[in-house]
């Protein structure tokens, strides 16, 4: 059951990415992740319940580890290739499966192990493949940021199955969303109020709705329930979760080869079949 919740986090998982590369052609990083996230937060209100302070805490530094995820990675996915941003997010996997031996005790098969090096082989190649996707120092950005945001994304999955042993899905996803709207807007404000100042505008003048928008909200708070539950099952493994939704990255990549028509597209998909393979072993090994 939590194997099958997880397919299902990844395809939506992988549909909100591309929805997301869309959604940044008509506004900033930030505006972006503000409206999906607050859109997202209005979603899951039925869902509110007062919880003992401690919990908020817990909920709290998860939406800290989120949102520095988020924001460095949507600022990658503006410097780099939408193809060459989805095979550098299935690197996630490999560290959460590594981490996740070593601080959770759960055990790979050594079918898994060959599989966590096919991963981190397709990577590799990707460093040379994507040379000639951006200017160099654009390149050298998008990479920084992008391993910002893996690591960080690592993290708030190994936290999650910490905290998902005591709490509820949608208790979790409710308010961590609340917590990351009010960190997201905070930026924004600072953002906005130094440019303001400097070109005497208003503090929103440069937000433009965009429907796409309440796509990326309702394909993200899809995603991240399904997750939450499959976290929840008894048994479930963070792992193979996480394997499973960074599968999300085959989705991602048909869709910026066939609508966004990326070059390089020849070498890519040898990596991306390679870390489809990776990801293979990896669920036939569990």
């Not at 098969?109 to 951006?134: E, H, K, M, N, Y």
């Not at 050298?140 to 709490?167: E, N, P, Q």
């Not at 539950?229 to 493994?237: T, W």
Request: proline content about 3%; glycine content about 8%.
């Amino acid at each position: 059951m939590w194997i099958l919740l997880a397919i299902l986090s990844a395809v939506m998982l992988g549909m909100y990415d591309v929805a997301k590369k869309q959604a940044l052609r008509r506004n900033g990083v930030l505006d972006v992740l503000l409206a999906a996230t607050a859109l997202s937060t209005l979603f899951v209100s039925p869902f509110f319940r007062i919880g003992p302070p401690e919990d908020h805490i817990r909920l709290m530094l998860k939406a800290v580890l989120v949102t520095l995820s988020w924001v460095s990675g949507m600022r990658g996915l503006k410097l780099l290739p939408l193809t060459t941003v989805s095979t550098i997010k299935g690197s996630r996997p490999v560290f959460v499966v590594l981490f996740s031996v070593l601080l959770l005790g759960e055990k790979l098969a050594p079918l898994q192990w060959a599989g966590v090096l096919t991963v981190i082989s397709a990577l590799f190649l990707l460093g040379r493949t994507g040379r000639d996707d951006a200017p160099v120092q654009a390149r050298r950005s998008g990479f920084f940021w992008m391993g910002v945001s893996v690591l960080s994304g690592v993290a708030s999955a190994l936290y999650d199955k910490h905290i998902m042993t005591a709490m509820e899905p949608l208790f979790v996803q409710s308010w961590t969303n609340l917590y990351i709207t009010a960190l997201l807007f905070l930026l924004i404000l600072i953002r906005r109020y130094a440019g303001a100042r400097e070109a005497n505008t208003g503090l929103f003048t440069g937000f433009r709705w965009d429907w796409t928008l309440l796509l990326v909200a309702l394909l993200i708070t899809g995603a991240d329930a399904l997750y939450f539950f499959s976290l929840k099952v008894p048994g479930a493994m963070l792992s193979i979760i996480s394997v499973i939704r960074r599968a999300s990255v085959l989705v991602t990549f048909a869709c910026g080869a066939l609508l966004f028509r990326e070059k390089g597209l020849k070498a890519k998909t040898f990596n991306m079949l390679l870390l489809a393979a990776g990801v293979v072993m990896l669920l036939a090994g569990s």
